[in-house]
């Protein structure tokens, strides 16, 4: 593989319809490690939950606006549970379970109960969104925080690295001259 094969591999535009190895293998990836799984189910659940709400403002059953925002560019696994939740309410579920049946959080699945009984749905998937856009702004402060040690010790370690590799020479030449 040459080095523009990977270059057009890596800018390869994403396809949420037909995704290709790559997106699997990322979006596994992503899913897999701890810190940035929050990351991938918060950001991913304040897209979808967003779009649900302006879908439910502009007049789409909770059922059709599922639908839609499962065929939103989000990481697979959590469009795979958005797919399960639509199609559970299909079946008759009501939105609060189907929403815990599927994994879509604790939080989402109280706010979509609560606006399922009290009509308005709209504000509670809106109250739902903001929280989960809150949540991936703290976890990136989170993760910010813990790489900032390591990412010092690092550029340390090369401004040292390049301090002695520009000394160590002039003090030998110095050390010759001297004898």
């Known amino acids: 593989l040459s080095l523009a094969g990977l270059g ?10 037909s995704p290709h190895l790559g997106m699997h293998l990322a979006d596994t990836l992503r899913w897999s490690i701890p810190g940035w799984y929050r990351l991938q189910f918060a950001g991913g659940l304040a897209i979808a939950c967003d779009a649900m709400t ?4 502009a007049g789409l059953p909770l059922e059709q606006a599922a639908k839609a925002a499962a065929n939103l560019d989000v990481n697979l696994h959590l469009r795979h549970r958005l797919r ?7 079946r008759g579920a009501r ?6 049946r599927n994994g879509l959080g604790e939080l989402t699945a109280v ?4 606006g399922s009984r009290g009509h308005d749905l709209a504000s509670a998937l809106a109250y739902a969104a903001d929280y989960h856009d809150a949540l991936v702004c703290r976890w990136w402060i989170v993760l910010r ?5 390591p990412v010092t010790r690092i550029l340390a370690t090369l401004v ?9 020479p002039l003090v030998t030449l110095i050390d010759l001259v001297a004898l």
């Open 8 to 17: 057009a591999l890596a800018s390869r535009r994403r396809t949420p319809e």
């Open 160 to 168: 040292g690295t390049f301090v002695l590799a520009m000394f160590m």
């Open 54 to 57: 302006h879908a439910v403002r």
């Open 84 to 90: 399960a939740f639509a199609d559970d309410l299909h």
């Open 111 to 114: 706010a979509l109960g609560a």
């Open 95 to 100: 939105a609060g379970d189907a929403a815990r």
């Open 145 to 149: 925080n813990i790489a900032w040690p």
